[in-house]
């Protein structure tokens, strides 16, 4: 009894935690109301949805504004500003991602109430994942924001292609995440505890082992499946395709963005004092990244392959700055918090425009974009300025993100950072190849099929697509906006 | 001294003539009335060029204080180092001491009327014209006494020609276009010979070039005509690098552009940066060479025979062309120094000019246009003046240049206005027996012709005998093979010119049509040039010869007025005393010439039918002419003199080699182009840039076959990959 | 000097101006044509007119400074600031620019190119017109960027979208081409950035060209140098375009709709010069000595090299745009020199060959619509079927061939003759050697243009367009062309209009390249 | 000790070899059966290392649910009961190789780190008691978040195995 | 005892594992070689947490469990909705999409 009596409850900072509850309060809401009212619910399910995702954004505004950084369970949990910056990134890409879901999930043949339950929990896994400091956590987290994610690719539950993207980007996952558990249990073995923190301190000093060596590459490992880096990229384009649009838009966005963040601060925060193993990887691994799926993305002729191979290089240029984690961590971590940002309203700007496209043509082929400036000039300049900010060219967004990479880069200096920044530079003009494939067809291109009637825009997407079109321009022409969120997060992080 | 200060005055003229005419020509003056505006301007240029030149004169005779220049130290110094040369010529010195050397400068110390001080040229800068590095450059006039002459050499043949014009070209398409650019020849020329710096020489120079280049392509509809424009231009243009590349030299010793200045510092200091000065003559030589027809880059000034006959007269005859010599004579201390005319026996620009005298004069024989004949003749007698200059002979060359002007004007007015009245043709087998029909044409020729040939007393003969007589004397040296040269030329000169007497104006008329006198238009410039021509002498006569007239105030004008002594006092320059020997055998053989040519034509005499003895003459005869009056193949009488090696010879190297390479240079610069487009620029950089897209391109393909879609081989890259990096990691780290 | 009252404003309206105008036509429905033309060439015009007002307000005497400054917070995070100013060398490529859209509008007024689209097609014009202005005035590294890159998507799309039958080839390869080296520029900048030190040692961290301007490159060892002028120059030389980089302009200017070519030769070739003569030589003065040799070489063998492609052509406009890979040889050239003389050339020639080739192309172009070819082969009589069109194309020949007394000379002579003398530190063999060759390539220059010119508009007109009436120079040509003949008359006659802008600005940079080569 | 050395011998030469028939055998039900007694032997062990709860929640969780899952699992795919279907794809040695090569450096590496490292006997014993201390305070969230993820999973997998 | 013992038993479960979802071809085998490598997690956790004196390693260890009995339910839902579409368990049947 003497046992029992010890413990002690827990101080818990409901203020800190209140984003996680409002998210989870709204996910119960969504759950009771299916259940009570069923089929008549339908058509308030995105409505609540997006009021969850909402009413989330308050309690981190006011977090936001109090400003104190707050830890609780010894450091596994913290809010901080860095965590708010990246809750309130996915919870506004999923409202983003709730927006493009309307008129997609219930015109089609899908479980509408259960689509944003499940959207919700993995939002909250991913909420969380910003905020765990141990590698418990971490793990819960991740699962939380996978498992529902899984079965959301899988949600046309009649499509072959949608059952396929399930089972791969499931059974991938799992191999993935057995890898970064096998991973966690030897740097747990090592460290003797969860928390970041003591693994910092215990992996920081001594000397080399391999044990060591091999914790941390199975636990980057893990997450470089997450972030789709090249070699572990290999179920994304699969699933990019098979999955409900929507969804891939989500896969690609918050999905991406939470395995960034869980790599941030495993980097950043526990494995930084082992420079001689995460810079290298991330050297070869953005290298590779980066130019594979620039490459192979030249060859493909499916808009959305094409958006899914064009993720997996953004992926790579997000990975670059880890390469010099150690030598410019406060430049690194702001460059990949500002990529990360702007990389959410460029993508999904993308797919916002895929999902209208398709909304007329039923198509995914990138010559059915033929003309679509003659028919849909809107739509088309949309378009055009989200993948000028994927090419990472001004005045649209994304050239803010790469100037990031570069600036962290050469902050670290040396011939390696150097040389990651040529391999950038040359990737960068690869992949305007094919985003001008897009461009060309839009533009130079006659009308696909003679069709020109012109395309209607749901109220939801064009909602979605006016934030995210005004989110990439603002971002490029006043970056300073952005790069805000980045400096507060190096602060934190770091100091955290 | 107004006019010498606003000099600038008489180019603006005709610079605003031709924008008047360009853009008001067709519309608000009527396309056959414009020449009124060109005339108009070009007496206003006249006027105003004979006031510049009045008082020229003026400065010369009463120099104001300021025009005077006191000489430094340091012109005493060098003068030292001449004594020795110098005293012999002084010793001799009779009658009219006009050596200007340095010593004399501080007074006349031998007496006689007009001793010369060293008259400054009036120089006035305008504004800021350009600036760099912050050094800023003026733009301005430097009128000295080579300047008004020229000004009056442009002015009076351009008002000549202008009026000529109005009836040779009437009725032409492009009338107006014809006299705008009549009028910006003229005002280019015009800058061009009162620029006060290299870079306005520039200027002047490339802008007479295109004039020319309109004007010879004038009738552009004919292909040959564009051609022979274009030929002019490029042949130019390749001078031009010498041009370009001299004047940097310059500037590179000097820093400076002003002519003034550069010549004032090398007459300063003989001697300093020879090296670069000879660069800068021999690049300059270039220039020279393809603006005034100089061996090699002679070839474009027969082929610019395609413009209007006026055209002719003015540009390539008695103005532009003599823009070379005109530059050698602007910037006589450069080459003086830089070729060393005063020390070594040959040099560069001697050699050239007397090869090309020759040689020209040799290739007039072989022509059957007439136009062609004098369009040699004058690369021959340009060679002459750039001959006289290399042997230092400066006063003879532009004395030269100024009669010439004149005389070859004249013929080449008289040739147009024959073609006027033989049905547009220059083919000298076409005319024939026009002496009846066209006296006034007939008789300027004829006096022209003279004049050309040196005979006494017209023009040519003062001239000419100033050149034979300074190549005999030389500078301190002799020049005893361009004596030769000029003796040869001489003969040659005359001979040419009486085959084209006689086959233009004597024997029967073998054209079509009935022949006319031209109208007065034509024939009063024709009148007032045959004038010059026979009076033109007067402005350089030796002194003894004014003497048994009590005039010998008036002898050597051209040498008082003209001579720019300020800058060729520190040369060391001297002039040779009149040589009545020289003068006679000057005389005897421009009459032998004539008297063979005579017999050969008038009376038959001569060695008719040689080519079908000779092999080699037949041969080289049947490269020249394998038509027409095989009989008459005036070269056999050159093939069995001492001509015949060189006419020969120069003609087929001529047209088979020096012609040819113009051609063959712009064939091959197009097949290098080709090439070069088709291997390396579109074949190797190109076609890497290509090749590396394709290269990216073909490397996506094949990494798809990574995404094969099994889940098998997905999992067996994900934990390969861990693997493989596992193991690199532990082994490495 | 900081800017006060009106003036702050002058700069950012000058460049934003047409912005503006292309936002308001975006709100224009496309079948207000008359009034979407009226607003484009309005706000064109009215940047105009503010630039104008700037040249008038231009304190001349201090034309070494910068003026109209402003220096406003932008991206605080990365220290990079608004920051316009406009001196010596900035005004004249500014006024270029300004002026030659508004023309380029006048020329499109009726006959946008197919597939039409006047709206979509003026208001990229404007975006461009934004970009390039930007460009000229902007003193923060970043913001230099910023605009350097904004021009490249409307060009991209003029090319893609009005161009000609390669042209998607043709856009494609001059946005990856460019965006290559914009992305090794970025890179070079960031080492500007965090290598740069003041005199005192201390890392600077700015990306203010003012200040980098100032230091010089004190403090980034030789080797660093070189290595960040390596990116820099790849930046600037691919857009020059230098050999062996050069391989996408002549795509892209015979694709291009003629005004995009206009604007390709006239404004943005100048973008990469500028930056050279802006940002690369003041800031890196031993790289820049280092590389000198080089980029003389390089530029000599363009002027070469251009001219032999260019007799190699059998397309009017491909033969243009080779000329301008020569031309940009000689502008290269004077800034290889390091020279007072060979910069303020280079300026000069920036200026003159924006108007010399960019009027060519015009003429290009006006033949392309009358005859629906530019094969020089199936040319020919222009100076008979269009007389006055046949003028002006020989005149513009003789302007790009360097003629004295017409722009293009004052951009080739000092070039030419600053290589005599290279600055200090530099092979003066070398570059003596560069001179003559640059001389040679001024006859090649003659030679290619005068035979474009003698098979394109001497002899008759070909069969083919015998019978036709074709409309000579009309008044839309006419209005637009005619700055353009003007500026190269002026300019060649007095060309102390811009020497005398830009000859201070120059001078501070040779001098402080001399002093640190001299110090080092 | 030795007592516990050889327990430890049998039970892990039990899940071995397990293991590896599970992973080879052509029946899918035999595998099955194989994966209980690796699960049971793991059980086992954990109760050598006296963690009792994780060997109790092994059991109930894995035995006791996973395994019937499994098995409703075969039976609702129809896959052979008997050796029909070739359970073994053609890639095999593939993945042979890459097994041995991740065991190999795993335990290279441990080998190397821990090399004869004996396990502390001396430390604290962890009741069950211990356990939910711990997570209830420290891992409250995590704890909270598995249960929205055990409810999330189930509402998904019922909305993808339904029939409709 | 030896921290190894059990360290290297759990390597070669993990291997074992791996082998197993890589060379089987039917998705429930797949499953279920999946959840040796969990446990193979788990024998580290646990034999960590004893070697650290620490409870944190049974804890963790709890979670795995948990996750991973989630993730079976959600693995089997989706092998069963591939055998409902598809009529095959047959994971090197899915290729519908690649390249």
């Given amino acids: 009894m003497d046992v029992l009596l010890a413990f002690t409850r827990p101080s818990l900072d409901w203020h800190a935690l209140a984003p996680e509850l409002t998210l989870l309060a709204f996910g119960t809401l969504i759950t009771i109301v299916d259940i009570i009212w069923d089929e008549r619910s339908k058509q308030a399910m995105p409505t609540l949805a997006g009021m969850g995702l909402l009413a989330t954004l308050v309690p981190i505004l006011t977090l936001a504004v109090d400003g104190t950084e707050r830890s609780m369970f010894g450091g596994a949990y913290v809010v901080d500003d860095f965590s708010l910056v990246l809750k309130a990134l996915f919870l506004i890409s999923g409202y983003v991602v709730v927006l493009m879901s309307v008129d997609y999930i219930r015109d089609g043949d899908y479980y509408e109430n259960e689509y944003y339950t499940l959207m919700l929990t993995s939002l909250l896994g991913m909420v969380m994942m910003s905020s765990s400091r141990d590698l418990i956590s971490v793990f819960v987290a991740l699962e939380l924001l996978s498992i529902p994610a899984y079965m959301l690719a899988a949600w046309r539950k009649g499509g072959p292609r949608s059952n396929e993207a399930g089972l791969k980007y499931y059974l991938m996952g799992v191999f993935a995440s057995a890898v970064m558990l096998y991973g966690m249990s030897l740097v747990y073995g090592l460290a003797g505890a969860t928390s970041f923190d003591a693994i910092a301190q215990e992996l920081g000093s ?47 966005v918050a999905s991406k963005t939470a395995g960034m963040v869980a790599l941030i601060q495993l980097v950043f925060v526990a494995f930084l004092g082992r420079e001689d193993v995460i810079q290298p990887f991330f050297w070869v691994i953005s290298a590779l990244t980066m130019t594979v799926g620039n490459l192979i993305a030249l060859r493909q002729t499916n808009i959305v392959r094409l958006l899914a191979y064009s993720g997996i290089a953004q992926g790579g240029f997000m990975l670059v700055p880890f390469a010099v984690a150690a030598d410019a961590p406060a430049r690194a971590i702001e460059a990949v918090v500002i990529y990360l940002a702007i990389y959410a309203f460029m993508n999904l700007g993308a797919f916002t425009v895929v999902l209208a496209v398709a909304r007329k043509t039923r198509s995914g082929e990138i010559d059915s974009y033929g003309g679509l400036f003659r028919y849909a000039p809107g739509l088309a300049v949309a378009m055009t300025v989200f993948l000028a900010a994927l090419a990472g060219i001004p005045p649209a967004g994304g050239w803010f993100a790469k100037f990031g990479l570069f600036r962290a880069l050469l902050d670290a200096g040396g011939g390696w950072a150097a040389g990651l920044a040529v391999v950038v530079a040359v990737n960068t003009v690869i992949a305007f190849a094919y985003y001008a494939r897009v461009l060309t067809q839009m533009w130079f291109q006659p009308v696909a099929d003679g069709d020109d009637r012109p395309i209607v825009v749901t109220g939801a997407l064009g909602a979605a697509l006016t934030v995210t079109l005004l989110a990439t321009m603002a971002f490029g022409v006043l970056p300073g906006l952005v790069g805000h969120f980045g400096e507060v997060s190096v602060l934190s992080a770091l100091g955290g | 001294m107004w006019m010498l200060e ?51 004169t003026q400065r010369v005779e009463h120099p104001p204080p300021d025009a005077v220049v006191q000489m430094a130290s340091h012109a005493d110094d060098h003068a030292d180092d001449h004594a020795d040369d110098h005293a012999d010529d002084h010793a001799d010195d009779h009658a009219d001491d006009h050596v200007v050397v340095s010593e004399n400068n501080s007074g006349d110390a031998h007496g006689g009327g007009h001793s010369s001080p060293l008259i400054r040229p009036v120089i006035s800068t305008f504004s800021q014209w350009w600036s760099n590095g912050g050094i800023e450059f003026s733009v301005g006039t430097l009128v000295d006494g080579l300047t008004v002459l020229l000004l009056i050499v442009v002015a009076s043949i351009s008002l000549l020609v202008h009026i000529y014009s109005t009836e040779y070209v009437k009725d032409d398409r492009r009338y107006v276009h014809y006299y705008a650019f009549l009028s910006l020849f003229t005002a280019a020329m015009l800058f061009f010979v009162m620029a006060q710096n290299i870079v306005q020489l520039i200027v002047g120079w490339e ?26 231009f490029l042949t130019n243009r390749v001078g031009d690098i010498g041009l370009l590349v001299g004047i940097i030299v310059l500037w590179g010793t000097f820093q400076t552009f002003d002519i003034d200045a550069i010549n004032t510092l090398i007459a300063a200091d003989p001697g300093a940066h020879h090296l670069a000065l000879l660069v800068a003559a021999c690049c300059l030589m270039a220039a020279v060479a393809s603006k005034s027809g100089q061996f090699p880059l002679h070839t474009w000034l027969p082929d610019a025979m395609a413009g209007p006959t006026p055209v002719s007269a003015l540009i390539h005859a008695a103005t532009m062309v003599v823009a070379g010599v005109y530059m050698i004579a602007r910037l006589y201390p450069v080459f003086y120094e830089g070729l060393s005319v005063g020390t070594s026996s040959i040099n560069l620009m001697a050699f050239i000019g007397g090869f090309t005298a020759l040689i020209g004069a040799a290739l007039a024989f072989a022509q059957w246009d007439i136009k062609k004949v004098l369009a040699y003749s004058t690369v021959s007698q340009l060679g002459y003046m750039v001959m006289a200059l290399g042997v230092g002979a400066w006063t003879a060359a532009i004395f030269h240049l100024f009669t010439h002007a004149f005389f070859k004007a004249c013929l080449f007015l008289g040739a147009g206005s024959v073609s006027h009245a033989a049905h547009h043709t220059f083919d000298m087998r076409k005319m024939g027996g026009l002496k009846k029909d066209m006296p006034h044409t007939y008789r300027t020729f004829v006096i022209s012709s003279l004049a050309l040939a040196g005979i006494f007393p017209f023009a040519g003969f003062w001239s000419k005998d100033e050149i034979l007589l300074g190549s005999l004397v030389g500078q301190k040296n002799s020049y005893p093979l361009m004596l030769i040269f000029g003796c040869v030329v001489a003969v040659m000169t005359a001979a040419y010119m009486t085959r084209v007497i006689w086959y233009t104006f004597h024997g029967e008329f073998r054209g079509e049509g009935h022949p006319h006198e031209s109208p007065k238009m034509m024939t009063t410039p024709l009148w007032i040039l045959a004038g010059m021509a026979v009076i033109a002498g007067v402005f350089n006569l030796p002194g003894p010869v004014l003497e048994p007239f009590g005039l010998e105030g008036l002898a050597h004008r051209i040498q008082t007025y003209v001579e720019p002594s300020v800058y060729l006092s520190g040369l060391g320059l001297s002039h040779p005393d009149p040589s009545l020997t020289m003068a006679l055998v000057g005389l005897a053989l421009a009459v032998s010439g004539i008297v063979v040519t005579y017999l050969y034509y008038w009376r038959r005499v001569g060695l008719h039918g040689m080519t079908e003895r000779n092999r080699y003459a037949k041969n080289g005869y049947t490269f020249l002419e394998n038509k027409y009056y095989l009989d008459h193949l005036y070269n056999d009488v050159i093939v069995e003199t001492v001509k015949r090696p060189i006419a020969n010879w120069a003609n087929r190297v001529n047209q088979n080699v020096l012609d040819r390479v113009v051609d063959r240079a712009g064939e091959t610069a197009r097949d290098t182009g080709r090439w070069i487009y088709k291997w390396i620029d579109q074949g190797a950089i190109d076609g890497s840039v290509n090749a590396a897209a394709r290269g990216a391109d073909s490397s996506g393909e094949g990494l798809r076959a990574i995404q094969s879609g099994k889940i098998q081989n997905y999992g067996q890259l994900l934990f390969g990959s861990a693997a493989v990096l596992a193991i690199v990691f532990v082994i490495v780290v | 000097m900081e800017a006060t009252g009106f003036d702050t404003w002058v700069l950012s309206l000058a460049v934003f101006l047409p912005l503006v105008g292309a936002l308001v036509i975006m709100m224009i429905p496309k079948a207000y044509e008359a009034e979407l033309k009226l607003v484009a060439l309005g706000s064109s015009l009215v940047a105009l007119i503010v630039g104008v007002y700037s040249a008038f307000q231009f304190d001349y005497g201090a034309a070494g400074d910068l003026q109209f400054v402003v220096d406003k917070g932008w991206i605080d995070v990365i220290n990079s600031r608004y920051i316009v100013g406009l001196d010596g060398l900035s005004l004249p490529l500014l006024l270029l620019s300004l002026v030659v859209v508004p023309l380029c509008l006048i020329y499109s007024w009726n006959h946008v190119p197919e597939p039409g689209n006047t709206k979509a097609f003026f208001i990229l014009l404007l975006i461009l017109s934004t970009g390039m202005n930007g460009t000229f005035v902007a003193q923060d590294m970043i913001l230099f960027f910023v605009f350097f890159e904004v021009v490249l998507l409307p060009m991209y799309f003029l090319i893609g979208v009005w161009g000609g039958e390669e042209r998607r080839y043709a856009s494609l390869k001059f946005f990856l081409y460019t965006l290559f080296g914009s992305a090794l520029m970025i890179i070079s900048f960031l080492a500007l950035f965090f290598l740069s030190k003041d005199s005192s040692g201390e890392l600077l961290h700015t990306f203010d060209m003012r200040v980098l301007s100032d230091v010089a490159g004190v403090g980034i060892i030789k080797n660093t140098q070189v290595w960040i002028f390596a990116g820099l120059f790849m930046g600037f030389g691919i857009k020059v375009p230098m050999f062996p980089f050069h391989t996408w302009l002549p795509d892209a200017h015979t694709q291009a709709p003629t005004v995009g070519s206009v604007i390709l030769a006239a404004v943005l070739l100048k973008l990469g010069t500028y930056g050279f003569v802006r940002i690369a030589i003041p800031f890196l003065p031993e790289g820049a000595v280092s590389w000198a040799p080089w980029i003389g070489l390089l530029a000599v063998i363009g002027i070469i090299y251009g001219a032999l492609a260019c007799l190699a052509q059998t397309d009017m406009k491909r033969l243009i745009a080779f000329s301008s890979v020569a031309h940009m040889g000689f502008v290269m050239l004077g800034i290889a020199t390091l020279t007072d ?125 015998a019978g036709h009436e074709i409309e000579d120079v009309n008044r839309l040509e006419w209005i637009a062309w005619t700055p353009f003949l003007v500026g190269i008359v002026l300019f060649g006659i007095w060309p102390n209009l811009i020497f005398n802008v830009t000859d201070d600005v120059v001078s501070g940079i040779t001098a402080s390249v001399e002093a640190i080569v001299a110090g080092g | 000790m030795v007592a516990q050395n050889i327990f430890f011998g049998v039970i892990a030469a039990i899940v071995v070899v397990s293991a590896l028939r599970m992973v080879t055998t052509r029946n899918i039900v035999h595998a099955a059966l194989y994966l209980v007694a690796v699960l049971a032997g793991l059980g086992a062990l954990y109760i050598l290392l006296t963690a009792e709860f994780v060997a109790t929640t092994q059991v109930l969780v894995y035995i006791g649910a996973v395994m019937v899952l499994f098995l409703f699992g075969i039976m609702l795919t129809k896959a052979p009961l008997g050796g029909v279907m070739e359970m073994t794809g053609a890639q095999w040695p593939i993945a042979a190789v890459v097994s041995l090569l991740i065991g190999g450096v795993t335990v290279y590496s441990l080998m190397a780190r821990f090399g004869s490292d004996r396990l502390t006997s001396d430390g604290p014993i962890f009741r069950t008691a211990d356990v939910s201390d711990e997570v209830f305070s420290t891992y409250i969230v995590p704890f909270e978040a598995v249960s929205v993820l055990l409810l999330a999973a189930l509402i998904g997998a019922i909305v993808l195995a339904r029939k409709d | 005892m030896l921290l190894n013992q059990f360290l290297i038993l759990g390597a070669v479960l993990f291997a074992i594992g791996v082998y197993g979802v890589l060379a089987r071809r039917n998705g429930v085998m797949v499953l279920m070689s999946i959840e040796l490598m969990l446990n193979a997690v788990n024998i580290n956790l646990v034999a960590f947490g004893v070697q650290h004196g620490v409870v944190s390693g049974q804890v963790f260890a709890v979670f795995v469990i948990a996750v991973a009995a989630a993730e079976v339910g959600v693995g089997l839902a989706i092998v069963l909705l591939l055998y409902r579409n598809r009529r095959s368990i047959n994971v090197e049947d899915f290729d519908l999409m690649r390249g």
Wanted: one cysteine or more; aromatic letters at 14%.
């Fill in chain 2, 207 to 232: 802008l007479v070039g295109v004039c020319s280049f309109v004007l010879i392509g004038h009738w552009w509809e004919e292909k040959p005509n564009t051609d022979a424009a274009l030929k002019a």
């Fill in chain 1, 206 to 252: 001594g000397p080399s082992n391999p044990v060591a060596v091999l914790g941390i590459l199975f636990v980057l490992i893990g997450f470089a499946f997450k972030v789709s880096a090249v070699p572990f990229h290999t179920w994304a384009p699969d699933t990019y395709e098979g999955a409900p649009t929507p969804v891939t838009a989500f896969l690609a």
């Fill in chain 2, 6 to 56: 606003n000099a600038f005055i008489i180019p603006l003229i005709p610079a605003i003539s031709f924008v008047v005419i360009l853009l008001f020509g067709k519309r608000f003056i009527g396309p056959d009335r414009v020449h009124v505006v060109g005339i108009t301007a070009l007496g206003l240029v006249w006027v105003l060029s004979a006031l510049a030149a009045f008082q020229w």
């Fill in chain 3, 341 to 465: 003389f060979g910069i303020n050339a280079a300026v000069f020639g920036m200026v003159a060959h924006g108007l010399i080739t960019g009027m060519l192309f015009f003429l290009a172009g006006s033949v392309k619509e009358r005859f629906h070819t530019l094969e020089i082969s199936r040319l020919g009589g222009l100076l008979k079927s269009v007389p006055r069109m046949g003028w002006i194309l020989g005149f513009a020949t003789m302007a790009s061939l360097g003629l004295p007394g017409l722009a293009g000379f004052w951009g080739e002579f000092p070039a030419i003759l600053s290589a005599y003398n290279p600055g200090a530190g530099l092979p003066e063999e070398t570059f003596r050697t560069y001179m003559v060759i640059a001389a040679v390539g001024t006859v090649l220059a003659a030679g290619y243009l005068l035979w474009l010119y003698q098979r394109t508009a001497f002899g008759e007109p070909p069969e083919e367009f």
